[in-house]
């Protein structure tokens, strides 16, 4: 494999016919050339839906809960109230 006088690898090697002697690209060059920029991709419409019914359907069961929670009190409530009346 092709390296430079230091004995390091080249980036990119390519021979030079002029100069009888390897070509290398620089390391930020050789990134720029290669590295794919990260794309990420824009959810589908039927994926941005499921999103926002999952979210109604996640605060429906906590006012569910809390329904729950207030229920259970007045039952107790009407409960105590009814021993008193006896």
Same mark, same amino acid.
């Given at each position: /494999?092709?390296? !430079? %006088?230091?004995? $390091?690898?080249?980036? !990119? ?5 002029? +100069?009888? %002697?390897?070509? %290398?690209? +620089?390391?930020?060059?050789? *990134? ?7 794309? *990420?991709?824009?959810? +589908? ?5 499921? &999103? +926002?019914?999952?979210?109604? $359907? ?10 729950? *929670?207030?229920? &259970? %009190? @007045?039952?107790?409530? @009407?409960?105590?109230?009814? /021993?008193?009346?006896?």
């Amino acid at each position: /494999k092709p390296v !430079d %006088s230091n004995g $390091v690898g080249l980036y !990119d090697p390519t021979w030079n016919e002029t +100069t009888n %002697s390897w070509d %290398s690209l +620089t390391e930020g060059e050789w *990134k720029k050339k290669y590295t794919v920029p990260e794309v *990420k991709p824009e959810p +589908t419409q039927d994926q941005q839906m499921l &999103a +926002t019914l999952t979210k109604q $359907v996640m605060q429906l069961q906590a006012a569910n809960v809390q329904q729950q *929670k207030v229920n &259970a %009190s @007045l039952t107790k409530q @009407l409960m105590d109230l009814n /021993k008193g009346g006896h």
